[in-house]
Structure formats: C-alpha cells, structure tokens
C-alpha cells in the first residue's frame, strides 16, 4: 500500500481493533432496536458444541418475518465455562436475550433432541415469563432425520468378529470385504470421543448418540426378533459392502492414475 502511495497513512492495529468493535457494538445496538420494536413474537434457534480444543460454545439464531420475508440473524456465540448441561445452557441464553432485551418476545425456540436440551427448555420454561416451556418448543426435523437415517444404517453394519460361532459364507465373505473400510472415520470418531472423555464436556452424559437422542431400536428386541431382522437385511448388508469395497478400490485406483 505504502509503496503505490507513499502518501497513505496507514491505520495502526490499535485503531483497526477500535473501529471494529465500534462497529460491532453500533451494529448490535440496531438489531436490538430493531428486534425490540417488532410487533410479534420472535423464534429461536439454538445448538451447542464443544471445539477441538475442547471449549464448550453455543450459538443463538433469531428468525422473523419482515414486509412478508423470512429473515435469520445469528445473535451470539458465547462459551459456556462449565460443561453442557441444561442449566448452563438456559443460563447462557436467556443472558444473550436480555442483552438484546427481548426476553418477553420468545414465541418458540427450535433445538435437537439432547436431553440436556430438554432440562435446558423447562429451566426457561420457569425463567422466562412468556415462554410455555415444553408447549413452545420445536424440535429440529433435520436431527430428527438424521437419527431415522442412524437407526436404518446400523442395520447394515458390517459383523463383527464373533468368537466361538458359526459363520455363514455370506458372513465370512462379508467379514473379509468390511476389512479396512472406513478406517480413516473410524480413527477420527475414536480420536473425537477420546478428547471428549478427557474434557468430560459432553451434551448430558452417556454416548454422542444417546445426548443426542438417539436409541438403538434393537437394544428392545428379543434375540428372534433380533434373528429375523439380521436374516432380513443380510443381503443388502453384503451388497453395501461390496460397493463401499469397490468405491475403496476405483478412489486408490484413481490416485496411482
């Protein structure tokens, strides 16, 4: 900058950092007006996320309609300093809408279904005056999604090693195919859960799937019901194994091209 125009006076770091903050503080300001002088009622979005480097956060979405348009505002991301539970997380956002004074305006609030999510809707529920708690909140249907597409998928893992059992030709086949598949995944889900034990921060306790709300339909089955459905979906299993082997094979393949 200095040397096609030696006349330039560049801001100092200092200054940049003023006038950013400046800004921010001018810009919040506006949206708090803005949000406070809308006539309705105001719905939210929340989720929260412990980083690598295992700092717990959680984000606020605000979402209104404007002149007959949807419009969707991140309001805050905070850390929270204690782990997920659903008191931290009420704490955390009922502080970031009485920052924006609209504490009074909640019409819903849209989350996953964590059962730290849950703890955190009625501690609202007796916080907030105008929100009806459980009555008023709406639960993420992508995550709901998601979990359907769990719940199908594991019917298709690849066997495990059994010790002392019979295995079929299919099985053993199977077996042989799934070797090597995904280990990659494999190791950054065990590394991911590793730092998550170390941190002890989790969405409120048990597995990732079960703060999530996920449950395992067969943990309620009896061991024919168990049988039937293993019979059920072995061909596809050995079919979805041979594809994802394939896929493996044609990837290494087209890196030595």
Not at 4 to 23: A, C, E, H
Not at 46 to 74: C, F, K, Q
Not at 148 to 174: C, H, I, W, Y
């Amino acid at each position: 900058m200095k040397t096609g125009r030696p006349f330039y006076q560049l801001p100092s770091p200092r200054t940049v950092s003023r006038d950013v903050k400046l800004v921010f503080a001018k810009t919040r300001e506006r949206v708090a007006r803005m949000l406070q002088k809308y006539e309705g009622s105001l719905s939210f979005g929340t989720d929260a996320w412990t980083s690598p480097n295992h700092r717990a956060y959680v984000a606020v979405t605000v979402h209104l309609e404007i002149d007959g348009r949807p419009l969707a505002m991140l309001l805050d991301v905070v850390e929270v300093a204690k782990s997920h539970t659903g008191a931290n997380l009420a704490v955390a956002f009922a502080r970031i809408l009485k920052d924006f004074g609209i504490e009074n305006k909640v019409l819903s609030i849209t989350c996953d279904n964590a059962s730290a999510n849950d703890a955190m809707i009625e501690e609202l529920g007796d916080s907030l005056d105008r929100f009806a708690g459980q009555a008023s909140r709406t639960r993420c249907f992508a995550h709901i999604i998601n979990l359907v597409v769990k719940t199908l998928m594991r019917q298709f893992d690849a066997p495990k090693g059994k010790v002392n059992e019979v295995l079929s030709e299919a099985e053993k086949e199977l077996q042989e195919l799934a070797e090597g598949i995904d280990e990659e995944e494999t190791e950054m889900v065990q590394d991911e859960e590793d730092r998550e034990e170390g941190d002890g921060v989790t969405s409120g306790g048990g597995s990732e799937d079960e703060a999530e709300g996920w449950i395992d339909e067969r943990y309620g089955m009896t061991e024919s019901e168990k049988e039937r459905l293993e019979n059920s979906v072995r061909p596809m299993k050995l079919l979805l194994t041979k594809v994802s082997k394939y896929c493996d094979l044609m990837g290494s393949c087209t890196l030595l091209t």
